[in-house]
């Protein structure tokens, strides 16, 4: 059953908020097969011990009894960081758009410049043994339909999880209406706030 559509539902406010810097080396120069073992690092990594939220962002959070999570480490940590006296739920629905590593021999990038190439054909279509852009959509869509429902409830909601997958959450909550401040970027703390005004 979809939510209700924002204009017919109380003002109401969605928070998506891209997690702390995780405890790994963030650009190391490697090859496309270490590349993929950094995936594996990444995914497993913690919040960096010197990765603090920004006081505003925490102060936005104060009053929520309730934050989602994807779950992964570096998730959960910061939200932990964020809002220690709220209630996290942690569901893999807010897990990141899977990268994969494209074999492309002889080459050697840091970290960053691996991760763009493999968005780039991730959309183009090298996804292999891993969730496809139509699926990751679909995905995002189902992950708005909680938060909508959340924050229709109780005015607020907020989740800490993934640069990319927030991106694709804001797009399906653009469609149904809600009103976007800040922007997404490829930083961590960034937070982009989403309202509905009617």
């Not at 017919?8 to 406010?13: G, L, T, V, Y």
């Not at 994807?70 to 998730?75: A, E, F, L, M, Y």
């Not at 991106?167 to 989403?194: D, P």
């Amino acid at each position: 059953m979809s939510p209700p559509a924002p204009s017919k539902i109380s003002p109401c406010r969605i928070l998506l908020i891209r997690h702390g810097q995780p405890h790994i080396a963030l650009s190391p120069r490697t090859s496309h097969a270490g590349f993929s073992g950094y995936i594996d690092d990444y995914e497993k990594a913690g919040l960096a011990p010197g990765s603090l939220p920004p006081e505003e962002l925490r102060d936005l959070l104060k009053e929520l009894r309730t934050v989602f999570t994807s779950g992964r480490p570096r998730s959960q940590q910061s939200a932990q960081a964020l809002a220690p006296h709220a209630e996290l739920i942690a569901d893999p629905l807010f897990v990141e758009a899977p990268l994969a590593a494209p074999r492309i021999p002889l080459l050697n990038m840091n970290v960053p410049k691996w991760a763009v190439v493999s968005r780039l054909l991730w959309h183009a279509g090298y996804h292999p043994q891993i969730e496809n852009p139509r699926q990751a959509r679909a995905r995002a869509a189902r992950a708005c339909d909680l938060l909508v429902v959340r924050a229709a409830e109780t005015g607020n909601a907020a989740l800490v999880a993934h640069g990319y997958f927030n991106w694709m959450i804001g797009r399906e909550l653009k469609k149904r209406g809600f009103v976007r401040s800040g922007s997404h970027r490829a930083r961590y703390w960034n937070t982009v706030i989403y309202e509905s005004k009617t």
